[in-house]
């Protein structure tokens, strides 16, 4: 599942369930208000006044008086801090660091003189979170530097749980509510899209409460790991949230062409409490969350030593969460897996292959296009890869119809065609103006199936391309090896009949032998 949107095709990445595994995060910045700063001139009789004192009314956008000396002053400070990712494919990845910093830039370079602006009163809503540290709010400390930084670890994980209760509380307060009482959505879209989201806000605010109390007069806090062995249990009730955001998502998409919830979600990104993300960023920041858990408790393990009481406890929590964390992107992915199969549209029934009901999830999807240059949505389920067209139905849904004959996995041959040589049968030349060499290609081909064709399919860059061709390279080797233990439990549990003639020649022929011995 993707969250950001951009001109730019986009593949989401599955990796097969097991046991332990853990969801990965595409970590996104969020954008910076790009808005100059403000000039102000200040005449020197002024300059000591206070900094936030606003202009009266009736000096607002008046001119000062040509024979007051005036200086220009520019302001601007900018403040960069790490903040809580949003996100993501079904498919990601967390390469982010745990810790966080705050970096200040400060530059005053002379201005032309501007006329006179009343400044604006700041928002409640701040754009952007401060970045605080746990050593930002103590005096003094006589900890080592380990410690410390396992301090800093679990006032992260703290500050975390505010800050994603606070989000929460705000999508019901802006979103949730409204939506229903300005009869912008039914009270079923609301379910749909929204899903169990208002009962995960008394979930986190337990473990806020939990770790609040750990802290000691000294700000520090002891053990964690009892705290968090009891409490992960509860993050079961992710699976039905987590499960009902792919249909969640394509409903807010297929919403937003109305004109009256495309407005009313528009003004409310632009406002200030929204530090400029839409309504599906709030919606995945408790699955962000989610799966920074693990990634948290292995900074809190480093930063432990040997002898104290969380070295026996933190092992047991980070293995349960990590299952918990598996088992939520188990069912996702099935829950994924259902709603892009559902949504395919058969132009003939011999496409229809039973691979294609018979998988339970996705490696992978995304755009390719095909070596006539059109773009289309390729699917790689469990036992089939498939390759469609978006379009709509009547009621304005997302469908996907099926293009040419899907694949069984267990019979698609690969081949990586090297970059500047042309794509075989079919060239990418023409498709692409001005353009003699190809990139990024690939193909695939079936095994005794005259109905299907070679597709020649080229990626959006190089890095997509390797994940196309490994997660196709896992699905062939799976699939087949599944193909040939069915065919083995086949023939053991239905023997052939010719082999039980063997098998009584083999025994008469025992006892012929036997007999004849004894005499």
């Known amino acids: 599942m993707e969250v950001e949107e951009s001109g730019e095709p986009k593949t989401s990445w599955s990796s097969v369930p097991e046991k332990g ?36 009314e009736h000096m607002k956008d ?7 000396r005036v200086k220009p002053v520019a302001k601007s400070n900018s403040l960069t801090g790490v903040i809580t990712p949003v996100k993501t494919p079904a498919l990601k990845r967390i390469g982010q660091s745990i ?8 530059e005053a370079r002379p201005l032309p003189p501007a006329p006179l602006r009343s400044r604006t009163k700041a928002s409640s809503f701040p754009r952007r979170r401060n970045s605080q540290c746990w050593s930002d709010t103590v005096e003094s400390h006589d900890l080592t530097a380990k410690e ?5 670890v679990i006032y992260e994980l703290t500050q975390g749980e505010r800050q994603l209760i606070d989000d929460l509380m705000l999508v019901r307060k802006v979103y949730y509510e409204p939506m229903l009482k300005l009869d912008i959505l039914t009270e079923s879209e609301r379910g749909q899209i929204f899903g169990t989201l208002d009962s995960l806000i008394p979930l986190h605010e337990d473990l806020l ?38 249909w969640a998502k394509a409903l807010l998409d297929q919403k937003k062409n109305e004109k009256r919830v495309e407005r009313f979600l528009r003004l409310c990104q632009e406002s200030s409490f929204s530090r400029k993300l839409d309504l599906w960023n709030f919606l995945d920041l408790p699955r962000s969350r989610l799966v920074k858990y693990p990634l948290l408790l292995k900074e809190i393990q480093k930063c432990t030593p040997p002898e104290h009481p969380d070295e026996d406890t933190l092992p047991d929590a980070l293995e349960l969460i990590q299952s918990i964390v598996g088992e939520v992107n188990k069912k996702t992915g099935e829950a994924e897996c259902q709603f892009y199969r559902r949504a395919l549209s058969y132009l003939d029934e011999s496409q229809r292959l039973p691979e294609i009901q018979q998988s339970r999830f996705l490696y992978c999807h995304g755009e390719l296009k095909n070596n006539k240059g059109q773009r289309l ?3 790689l389920f469990e036992l089939a890869l498939v390759l469609s067209r978006p379009g709509e139905d009547k009621d304005g849904g997302q469908v996907f119809n099926v293009y040419r004959q899907p694949l069984p996995n267990a019979l698609i041959n690969l081949e990586e065609i090297p970059d500047g040589e042309a794509a075989g049968g079919g060239s990418f030349r023409g498709a692409f103006t001005g353009n003699d060499k190809v990139k990024n290609c690939f193909r695939v081909s079936s095994r ?5 064709h070679p597709y020649c399919l080229q990626a959006n860059d190089s890095f997509s391309k390797q994940q196309w061709i490994s997660c196709l390279r896992q699905a062939i080797v799976q699939s087949r090896d599944r193909t040939a233990h069915t065919s083995q439990s086949q023939l053991s549990l239905h023997p052939d009949p010719a082999l039980y003639h063997i098998a009584e020649l083999s025994l008469s022929s025992d006892t012929e032998m036997a007999d004849h011995t004894s005499r």
């Open 21 to 56: 595994q853990v969801l990965c995060d595409h970590a996104g910045k969020r954008k910076q208000d790009s808005t100059p700063e403000p000039v102000i001139r200040i005449t020197e009789d002024e300059e000591e006044d206070e900094e936030g004192e606003t202009m009266p």
């Open 62 to 68: 008046s001119e000062e008086p040509s024979n007051k």
């Open 99 to 106: 810790s966080r910093s705050i970096s200040f830039r400060t």
């Open 148 to 152: 410390i930084k396992r301090q800093e």
């Open 209 to 246: 409460s939990r770790l609040e109390r750990l802290r000691g007069s000294e700000k520090t806090v002891g053990e964690v790991g009892p705290t968090l062995m009891n409490w992960f249990p509860c993050l079961e009730a992710y699976v039905t949230y987590c499960c009902n955001q792919v």
């Open 377 to 379: 949505h390729v699917f």
């Open 448 to 452: 005794g199936r005259s109905k299907a």
